[in-house]
């Protein structure tokens, strides 16, 4: 029987060795997820398995998103990059809210737009900064991203704000879920609506009309960028794939976080900002990194704001309205205290770093310990 050359083996194994192929080493953790969960092992296994095998999962739908929006042209390849972006964050929030774990489902979709703006830009900066004097990027278009994810906030406060003031207040930090009265849910709905139709007119400035500032042209570095591109066929099948590989998974994590953060001693809440919010990004996030080591930081500093202003803008808003419909009652845009000044810090930072046009190693040191900071504050929380 003829063994494979090593040299056929050489291309996948530097694949996987790569800062784009890491992730797939983790697709063990998949079976090993369903296994765990069907043989009824300790929630905590369960919980930190799927966690991890989410990572893969995430990873594969990006990668195939990218493929198909490559082979749709920029228009169409934005809405795409729209519609499946952050979709195992949505997937993973919709088992939550189906379970009625809303106030986790808020938690872990701030923690998102914490993690984007403090941790992904604070190692992208330190990283890329190290060995060089500092990273200049695009500061027109990284601003404008930041103007957007500031109006998401501001939007994102006022029925908080509401609530606060001639409602029951601000939900604490170990609720579940709260049932609010009719009117912050109807403010929350107007609210929602208005942030998507905002992130509408934004994909226009950004696609079409000012596509040039936001997608400039790319230079390939020797050896990037190897291998065949998929086709429309494989990217679909591809995308179908992970959709239900991160459906099972989400579906896992999401049924073992409650009795998992009595085992392990850590709120609902911690695991949601923190935890949850990490795993479903992690591929994401390291590309930020990968790409700011390269010195491309245009390219990470769109990835950590954009995304930010993603979640803010059109995942945050969706669940909300998707929330009418799924769950005992809707989940309005009521935050709680650490919530709202997480958000608040994390938004003014990145606008004050984003205005620079420039980054250095101890900016991104700064921002890791922002986020660190919180992250402490969220597990006395």
């Not at 406060?157 to 601000?170: I, N, R, T």
Request: with cysteine.
């Amino acid at each position: 029987m003829r063994r494979p050359s090593p040299v056929s083996c050489h291309p996948l194994r530097r694949f996987l060795l790569s800062g784009e192929g890491w992730p797939y080493l983790l697709v063990p953790f998949i079976p090993l997820a369903i296994v765990l969960d069907v043989a009824a092992a300790p929630a905590t296994a369960i919980f930190f398995v799927s966690a991890i095998g989410v990572i893969p999962t995430a990873a594969l739908m990006g990668k195939a998103t990218e493929e198909l929006a490559n082979r749709s042209g920029p228009g169409i390849g934005g809405l795409l990059n729209v519609t499946f972006g952050n979709a195992p964050e949505i997937i993973i929030a919709l088992f939550a809210l189906g379970n009625g774990l809303q106030e986790v489902v808020k938690a872990s979709l701030v923690g998102s737009i914490l993690g984007n703006t403090l941790l992904v830009l604070g190692a992208a900066a330190f990283v890329g900064g190290l060995g060089r004097d500092r990273q200049s990027f695009n500061r027109t278009a990284a601003s404008a991203q930041s103007a957007m994810l500031l109006l998401a906030v501001a939007a994102l406060v006022m029925p908080a704000v509401y609530e606060m003031s001639v409602g029951k207040g601000l939900p604490s930090p170990t609720a579940v879920h709260v049932d609010y009265d009719p009117t912050v849910e109807h403010l929350s709905l107007i609210v929602a609506v208005i942030l998507m139709l905002t992130y509408g007119a934004g994909l226009i400035f950004s696609l079409r009309t000012h596509r040039d500032l936001f997608n400039p042209p790319q230079q390939k570095e020797e050896g990037e960028g190897e291998g065949s591109p998929w086709s429309v066929r494989r990217s679909v099948i591809m995308l179908a794939i992970a959709g239900v590989a991160v459906g099972v998974m989400s579906e896992i994590l999401v049924s073992s976080i409650s009795e998992a953060a009595k085992s392990i001693g850590l709120s609902e809440f911690f695991i949601g900002v923190i935890v949850v919010a990490i795993v479903g990004n992690a591929a994401e996030h390291w590309v930020a990194v990968y790409v700011a080591h390269k010195d491309k930081m245009d390219l990470a500093v769109n990835i950590a704001v954009g995304s930010a202003a993603q979640i803010a803008l059109f995942a945050i808003p969706l669940l909300v309205l998707l929330s009418f419909v799924i769950g005992d009652f809707p989940m309005p845009f009521v935050f709680n205290g650490f919530e709202l000044a997480g958000i608040i810090l994390a938004v003014v930072i990145a606008i004050h770093v984003t205005s620079e046009g420039e980054t250095t190693w101890f900016e991104g040191l700064e921002l890791l310990a922002v986020y660190v900071v919180l992250g402490v504050t969220f597990y006395f929380a």
